[in-house]
C-alpha cells in the first residue's frame, strides 16, 4: 500500500496517487503530518479515512509514504509514537529530493547598511514581538556566521577573581573575568553577545550580564562549570565572542536585532537578494520515534529513505528559554542526572548533553538510510533509551553544530537499567563532517552507555575533538558498553588546535568483547595537549585494537591512560609530535598486551612514560615488534632518560623483536603498504588492506549494515 504526500496536495485528499487528478478532486496529501494520521487510522482501524482506504481493517502488507519534491516546512516535530508501529517506509518519491525543513524561508528583503556595509534587511515583526528568535541562518546551502570578535582566533582572560594558578579540572564556578582593555566594550545589544571559552576538553558558553567599563570586569550570565583555564590550567582560559553586532563587516555573515525584529545578512560575491534561498530556523528537532518501554509499548519498523532533513536551531542543552525537547519526562530526568550541567555554561564531554534533531527513545527495528542530514544545530542522530535494532546506515551528515550520531541508555547503576538499556544497533557506512561549529566539543559517533553496537565503514573528518568515542565509565567499575566493534572507519583531521585531550577513537571503562580493528585514522591536533589517534582512557580494559593505520598525532598516534589487559596487534603507528606510543600511569597490573606493531618515529621516543625503569617491567608485555626511526636510531625515553633498544630489551621486553625499516611504498605520501620482502613479515606481520576503509556501495553492505 502506499500514501503520497507532495507540497502541490491537498490535506483533505485521500492520498493514493501521486498528483493531482484532471478535476483537483483527489491527489496527494501535503503535509507530512497528515500523512501520520493516515498510517495511524490504517494501522489501528479508526474511521476518518478520506477516500478509498479500506477502513476497520488494517493494511496486509507494508506501506510506502511516498514524499514528491520540494521543501516540507515544519513549526514543530513530527513524532511517531506506538500506534504508528507498522513496517512504513517514508522515502524519496523515484529520484525527486524532498527535504524536511526546520525553518522559514525569508523573503521580506531590501536594500540597507551596517557598520558601513551594504546589506541586506529583513523586518521580523515575530522577532520585535518576541514570538521567534533563531541562532543560525542557512544562505544558498551555507551555514551563515555570526560575527565574532577576534575574527580568527582567540582573546585570552587577563584575570578571574578569585581562581588561583596553576589549577586542575574541577576547582571552583566562577561567573566573572577581566578582559584585557579593548577586548570587550560596551557593544550594542551587550546581553546578546555570548562568551565561547575553551579548555580542557570542553567548550563553555554564556551571555554576558554586564561589563565594567572602568574594570574591564565582565560577568556571565552561566557561571563556569570549572575554573576557566586552559593547558594543564597554567594559564587562564582562551575565548572569543560570538554575536557581536559591531564585528558585522564580512561577507557571509549574518546578525539579528531581537529589540528592533531586524535581521541583516551581508551577501557574499554573486548573490542576489530575489533568488537567495535563506532559511531561518523555527525548530530545534525535526522528528521523534518515541515509544513508552515502562508499558511496554513500543514504536517499531519505521524506516526512512532518501530524505534530507535540513534547518533546524540551537539553544544550550538546558534549554532556559522554555523550547520544548523531545523525549519522555523520565528520559529528560535521567538525562539531566547523567550528563546536565544544569546552569552552568559548560555542556558534558564529547557534548553528551546536546539533543539529536532526528530522535529515537522506546524504539525498535528502526532504520535511517541513504538520508542527508544538514546544517543542524545539535547533533544529527540520538539513540536513546530502551532502543533496540537502530540502523543508521549509508548516510550523509554534515555542517552540523554538534556531532553526527549519539547513543546512549540506562547505565548500569541506573534503576531502570533492566528496561531503559539500548543496544544492537548498527551505525554503518555514513559520511560524518564538517561538525562542533556550535558545541566544539562534539563528535562523529558517540557511543555511551551502549552494548553490542557496530560503528563500521564510517568517513569522519573535521570535528574540533574526537571522531569515535566508546564507553562511559570513569575506571573499573560495571560497564554497560562491551561488545561493540568499530572497524573500517576512516577517520581524519580533528581537533584542529581547538580543544585537548582526544582522539580518533576514545573509549572508557571495561569493555570485555569490544574491538578496534582494521580503522585508518591521522591528522590529529590538540590545543595544549593530547592529540591521539586511538586513546584508551580511564580504566579502559579488555579491548582488542587490531590492524589499524595510524598516523601524524601531534602528540603520539597511541596512548593509553590506564587499564588493564588491552591487546594491541599487528598495527601500524607512524609518527607522534612528542612519540609513536605512551602509556601514562603506573599500575600493578599487566596493561598492555603489544604484539606485531610497527612503530615508527622520526626523532622523537618510540615509547614515552614519566616513570623510571624499575616501575615499567610488570606494565607492558611485547614482543615480535618491529621498531624504526627516520632520523637515527629508536630509542625510549623513561623517567626523563633516554633507553636504547638493547637497554629496553634489558627490562625483559621485545626479546624476538627487531630495529629495521619497515619498507613502506611511500612513506612520505603516508601509502604505508609494506614491500613484499618488509621484514615486519617475518615476525608474523599481517599485511593491512585499506582499501575498504570507509562506506562502501550498497552492493556491498550486507544485511547486517
Known amino acids: 500500500m502506499n500514501i503520497y504526500v507532495s507540497p502541490k496536495g491537498n490535506d483533505s485528499w485521500s492520498g493514493r496517487f501521486p498528483n493531482p487528478n484532471t478535476d483537483k478532486s483527489d491527489g496527494p496529501l501535503a503535509t ?11 494501522t489501528h482501524g479508526r474511521t476518518y479515512l478520506p477516500g478509498p482506504f479500506p477502513v476497520g481493517e488494517t493494511p496486509a502488507g507494508p506501506i510506502t509514504v511516498y514524499l514528491r519534491g520540494g521543501v516540507y516546512a515544519l513549526e514543530k516535530p513530527l513524532v511517531f509514537g506506538p500506534e504508528h508501529s507498522w513496517p512504513v517506509t517514508f522515502k524519496a518519491y523515484l529520484h525527486e529530493k524532498p527535504v524536511i525543513s526546520g525553518a522559514r524561508r525569508v523573503t521580506e528583503w531590501c536594500r540597507g547598511s551596517v557598520n558601513g556595509k551594504v546589506a541586506w534587511v529583513a523586518d521580523l515583526p515575530e522577532v520585535a514581538e518576541g514570538k521567534w528568535e533563531f541562532r543560525d541562518l542557512f544562505v544558498n546551502g551555507r551555514r551563515a556566521e555570526r560575527p565574532r570578535l577576534p575574527s580568527q582566533g582567540y582573546y585570552r582572560m587577563k584575570e578571574v577573581p578569585g581562581a588561583v594558578l596553576p589549577t586542575g579540572w574541577d576547582n571552583g564556578h566562577f561567573e566573572r573575568f577581566v578582559c584585557n582593555p579593548g577586548n570587550v566594550r560596551s557593544f550594542k545589544n551587550l546581553k546578546d553577545v555570548e562568551v565561547v571559552y575553551v579548555h580542557f576538553w570542553i567548550e563553555e558558553r554564556s551571555k554576558i550580564t554586564d561589563f565594567d567599563s572602568k574594570t574591564n570586569l565582565v560577568s556571565m550570565e552561566r557561571p563556569s562549570y570549572t575554573t576557566p583555564v586552559g593547558s594543564f590550567g597554567s594559564q587562564l582560559a582562551d575565548y572569543y565572542l560570538d554575536n557581536v553586532m559591531e564585528a558585522l563587516l564580512d561577507p557571509g555573515q ?8 531586524k535581521l541583516y545578512y551581508l551577501p557574499r560575491p554573486g548573490e542576489a537578494m530575489k533568488t537567495a534561498e535563506i532559511y531561518a530556523p523555527r525548530c530545534l528537532q525535526l522528528v521523534g520515534v518515541i515509544g513508552n518501554p515502562e508499558e511496554n509499548r513500543f514504536v517499531e519498523h519505521i524506516r526512512f529513505e532518501g ?11 538546558d534549554v532556559s528559554d522554555g523550547a520544548v525537547i523531545l523525549g519522555s519526562a523520565m528520559d529528560q ?3 539531566s542526572r547523567r550528563h546536565g550541567r544544569g546552569r552552568f555554561a559548560a555542556v558534558g564531554q564529547a557534548a553528551c548533553d546536546v539533543p539529536g534533531v532526528v530522535y529515537f527513545e522506546g524504539a525498535r527495528h528502526c532504520t535511517l538510510e541513504n538520508c542527508t542530514l544538514e546544517h543542524v544545530g545539535w547533533y544529527g542522530v540520538e539513540i536513546g533509551d530502551a532502543c533496540h535494532g537502530i540502523r543508521v546506515v549509508g548516510n550523509t551528515i554534515r555542517y552540523l553544530g554538534a556531532g553526527g550520531v549519539k547513543i546512549n541508555g540506562a547505565a548500569a547503576r541506573d534503576p531502570q537499567v533492566q528496561v531503559r538499556r539500548t543496544g544492537h544497533h548498527r551505525i554503518t557506512d555514513n559520511t560524518i563532517s564538517h561538525g562542533g561549529r556550535v558545541f566544539h566539543s562534539a563528535i562523529g559517533v558517540l557511543s555511551m552507555n551502549a552494548f553490542s553496537v557496530a560503528i563500521c565503514h564510517n568517513h569522519i573528518f573535521d570535528f574540533f575533538y574526537s571522531g569515535i568515542s566508546c564507553g562511559w565509565e570513569w ?15 576512516h577517520i581524519h583531521d580533528l581537533g584542529q588546535r581547538v580543544l585537548s585531550d582526544m582522539g580518533g577513537i576514545y573509549t572508557l571503562g571495561v569493555q570485555p568483547g569490544t574491538v578496534l580493528n582494521n580503522n585508518l585514522i591521522y591528522n590529529v591536533t590538540s590545543a595544549h ?10 580504566g579502559s580494559s579488555h579491548l582488542v585494537i587490531e590492524n589499524n593505520i595510524c598516523h601524524d598525532a601531534d602528540r603520539q598516534p597511541f596512548h593509553q591512560h590506564y587499564g588493564r589487559e588491552n591487546i594491541v596487534c599487528n598495527n601500524i603507528w607512524v ?5 609513536v606510543g605512551i602509556y601514562s600511569r603506573n599500575e600493578p597490573h599487566h596493561g598492555l598486551i603489544w604484539l606485531r606493531n610497527i612503530m615508527v618515529s622520526k626523532g622523537e621516543p618510540i615509547f614515552k612514560s614519566v616513570f623510571a625503569p624499575e616501575a615499567e617491567a610488570h606494565r607492558i608485555l611485547a614482543e615480535c615488534n618491529l621498531y624504526f626511526n627516520t632520523a637515527g636510531k629508536p630509542h625510549f625515553l623513561m623517567g626523563g632518560k633516554k ?3 638493547k637497554q629496553w630489551q634489558a627490562l625483559g621486553r621485545d626479546q624476538h623483536s627487531i630495529v629495521a625499516d619497515p619498507k613502506f611504498k611511500n612513506l612520505a605520501k603516508r601509502d604505508l603498504t609494506l614491500a613484499k620482502d618488509s621484514p615486519a613479515f617475518k615476525l608474523g606481520f599481517k599485511a593491512i588492506d585499506v582499501s575498504t576503509v570507509g562506506p562502501r556501495p550498497p552492493s556491498k553492505r550486507g544485511p547486517m549494515s
Open 575 to 579: 609518527f607522534g609530535g612528542e612519540g
Open 254 to 261: 549574518w546578525y539579528l536585532d531581537r529589540s528592533a525584529g
Open 32 to 42: 507530512l503530518n497528515a500523512a501520520l494520521e493516515r498510517l495511524a487510522c490504517l
Open 307 to 317: 530524505i534530507t532533513f535540513a534547518h533546524t536551531d540551537w539553544r544550550h542543552p
Open 475 to 489: 575506571g573499573y567499575q560495571d560497564n554497560i558498553s562491551r561488545d561493540n566493534r568499530i572497524a573500517f572507519n
Open 529 to 538: 595537549y593530547g592529540g591521539w589517534c586511538i586513546y584508551p582512557d580511564e
Open 333 to 335: 530526568k535521567n538525562h
Open 643 to 645: 633507553y636504547s633498544f
